[in-house]
């Protein structure tokens, strides 16, 4: 089958390589792609949201799954586009309807969403112009710290813990009336703080029935120790040594059965991909957020771990028969470090000359983020530039082997964390 992957980042490297792999996969087209996805397939010079040029493409190349690897062209309705033009009507796309991407594209609609299918998640107000005044007295009176969330999306960053009341009335003022996160902040969310240890999991659904993923922990700060400023993630480990079988348990009966649930009953559209941003609050998960495809760096590790063909689950997905497959686990775990460039995620400089990237093997492989190719040379192109995920008998070997190879690696301004999976090593 030809597959067009839509995307450019270190997931799609990572998506890309998995379906590569498959006994189905017959040609593998990325748009835009990067230095590395150009390695698993064809790089295509178009956007993901360039719904008219993918529809042209998709003709042209025969393409018969379209994969969206990020949330952009899922909001925007690119499975809902597909549906409505009776010359694509047949190319399945593996993602949700726009309605369905409204659980990552709206904090508010998520929520309500939670509410009327009893879900865990920390209480909450939204606020936006029309009750400003309201939202700033709310504020007052709400206990520290406060989390406030910008309604749409905002690249991971949309998301302030305010430590006292004059920083929280900054931030909203920030959001809604100067638009620090442009449209995405019209509407804020103000949220209730939990006190917990966060963690991914995902599921793969047809809208009815679901698959459980193995899950991952991510850590955002740009710095060591979890500090400084939230990054889009800075690595991933997998499995997460507290997700045991018991909390699992708790996981899948209390969020993804009437996640899952909810669309079916609710006539949401949804084959593809449901990402859980959980906390566990003293040993039971609550919801933070949903995500209505992989996460990023999470599927660096997820992919590695995952065994099973990622095309015959595509394709069951499609199909209607996902009841019928079997999620199979690598048992080793996966610790993925990402290198990213100096002043990241503020700005920084593009056109670094990439160094020392080792061949993939068995154990080991650096996926491309922020890259292009150029000649014989690759290129810093992004924030985050390369991450390395290697697979090892426990987490702490995992980790020092991306942290060797990190250390290998050599482009100007380079800069990482040695310290990912910390709690657990």
Do not use: W
């Not at 006292?164 to 995405?184: C, L, N, T």
């Not at 609550?286 to 660096?300: A, K, L, Q, S």
């Not at 590695?304 to 775990?333: H, W």
Request: hydrophobic share 40%; proline share 4%.
């Amino acid at each position: 089958m030809n597959i067009l992957l839509l995307g450019s980042g270190g997931r799609e490297h990572a998506l890309a390589l998995k379906m590569s792999q498959s006994t189905l996969c017959g040609q593998l087209f990325i748009a835009p792609g990067n230095a590395g996805t150009a390695q698993c397939g064809t790089n295509v010079n178009m956007g993901v949201s360039e719904f008219d040029k993918i529809k042209t493409f998709c003709l042209d190349n025969a393409i018969d799954l379209v994969v969206p690897g990020s949330e952009e062209a899922l909001v925007n309705g690119i499975y809902d586009f597909f549906q409505k033009d009776a010359l694509l009507q047949h190319i399945p796309v593996l993602g949700p309807s726009k309605e369905g991407a409204q659980l990552e594209g709206s904090k508010a609609y998520a929520k309500l969403f939670m509410q009327r299918n009893n879900i865990p998640t920390a209480a909450y107000r939204e606020f936006s112009e029309e009750n400003y005044e309201e939202g700033l007295a709310y504020l007052q009176q709400h206990s520290l710290p406060i989390v406030l969330k910008a309604d749409g999306l905002a690249a991971g960053k949309g998301v302030v813990i305010a430590a006292s009341y004059e920083e929280a009335a900054e931030e909203f003022e920030q959001m809604i009336k100067s638009a620090k996160f442009g449209d995405a902040s019209k509407t804020v969310v103000v949220e209730q703080f939990l006190t917990g240890i966060e963690l991914s999991v995902f599921a793969i659904t047809d809208g009815h029935t679901y698959k459980i993923l193995p899950e991952a922990k991510d850590y955002k700060r740009i710095g060591e120790g979890d500090l400084g400023l939230n990054t889009g993630g800075m690595g991933a480990v997998s499995p997460v040594p507290f997700a045991d079988a018991a909390f699992m348990k708790k996981v899948e009966d209390d969020v993804i059965r009437p996640t899952i649930a909810g669309l079916s009953k609710e006539g949401i559209v949804y084959h593809g991909f449901v990402f859980f941003g959980l906390i566990n609050v003293e040993g039971s998960p609550f919801v933070i957020e949903y995500n209505c495809r992989m996460g990023d760096p999470e599927t660096e590790v997820v992919m590695p771990r995952l065994k099973n063909d990622a095309l015959e689950l595509f394709t069951a997905v499609m199909t209607g028969k996902l009841s019928e497959q079997t999620i199979y686990a690598d048992e080793r775990a996966a610790a993925t470090v990402m290198l990213v460039s100096k002043g990241y995620p503020e700005a920084y400089e593009k056109n670094k000359v990439i160094n020392g990237i080792p061949a993939p093997t068995r154990d080991q492989v650096v996926f491309h983020a922020g890259t292009r190719q150029e000649g014989n040379e690759v290129l810093t192109n992004g924030g985050r530039v390369l991450s390395i995920t290697s697979l090892a008998s426990d987490l702490s070997l995992a980790l020092a082997h991306s942290v060797q190879t990190a250390e290998q690696i050599a482009f100007d301004g380079k800069v990482y964390r040695r310290d990912i999976g910390y709690e657990f090593v």
